[in-house]
């Protein structure tokens, strides 16, 4: 793995690197998670202004909370995966979503990026005033179960989504 991982604001300047990242997403088919990139980046001007918007607080969705976005990326600046960190929790967020959501690129993932992500963004969340984390992955998703566990995870009570979905929920200290 690469040593020098750091997370970032979006900016302009990584507009070229983000759109590889997205569009490597893209094509794969799978769900992009977190929620966040989805959002389209066609104009990335306008995308930039959503998750400023967002970080601040500003034209949210009704019962959405601030969440603030942040990439990671390595010494090359070549964006391998994102994180939407939560400033507070919903009720949906108790449940299902927590206060971190993350992922890695496709082509990066079982390289270690996740787990040093978390706790890249452990360190962001308590910069927010965030002293104990939420996070959650779906009961499939073994490569998180055990980021989340190497990233002090401690298990709570399991939701059950009307789709019948397990979510494993966690509590980390930070």
Same mark, same amino acid.
């Given at each position: 793995?690469?040593?020098?991982?750091?997370?970032?604001?979006?900016?302009?300047?990584?507009?070229?690197?983000?759109?590889?990242?997205?569009?490597?997403?893209?094509?794969?088919?799978?769900?992009?998670?977190?929620?966040?990139?989805?959002?389209?980046?066609?104009?990335?001007?306008?995308?930039?202004?959503?998750?400023?918007?967002?970080?601040?607080?500003?034209?949210?969705?009704?019962?959405?909370?601030?969440?603030?976005?942040?990439?990671?990326?390595?010494?090359?600046? *070549?964006? &391998?995966? %994102?994180?939407?960190?939560?400033?507070?929790? @919903?009720?949906?967020?108790?449940?299902?979503? =927590?206060? #971190?959501?993350?992922?890695?690129?496709?082509?990066?993932?079982?390289?270690?990026?996740?787990?040093?992500?978390?706790?890249?963004?452990?360190?962001?969340?308590?910069?927010?005033?965030?002293? *104990?984390? &939420?996070? %959650?992955?779906?009961?499939?998703?073994?490569? @998180?179960?055990?980021?989340?566990?190497?990233? =002090?995870? #401690?298990?709570?009570?399991?939701?059950?989504?009307?789709?019948?979905?397990?979510?494993?929920?966690?509590?980390?200290?930070?």
């Amino acid at each position: 793995m690469r040593n020098l991982l750091q997370l970032v604001s979006p900016s302009f300047h990584l507009k070229e690197e983000y759109l590889s990242f997205y569009t490597e997403w893209e094509k794969s088919g799978e769900k992009m998670i977190p929620w966040v990139i989805e959002q389209n980046p066609h104009p990335f001007e306008q995308m930039l202004q959503f998750l400023q918007d967002h970080a601040e607080g500003k034209n949210l969705p009704e019962n959405w909370v601030a969440d603030s976005t942040y990439w990671l990326i390595d010494e090359t600046n *070549r964006v &391998l995966g %994102v994180v939407n960190i939560r400033h507070s929790l @919903s009720e949906f967020l108790l449940n299902s979503g =927590g206060h #971190i959501g993350y992922g890695i690129r496709p082509s990066e993932r079982r390289k270690g990026y996740a787990t040093k992500l978390l706790a890249l963004s452990l360190q962001k969340a308590k910069e927010l005033g965030i002293d *104990r984390a &939420l996070v %959650v992955c779906d009961e499939d998703n073994a490569g @998180s179960f055990q980021t989340i566990v190497k990233n =002090g995870g #401690i298990a709570d009570n399991d939701f059950v989504e009307e789709d019948g979905v397990v979510v494993k929920r966690f509590w980390i200290q930070i």
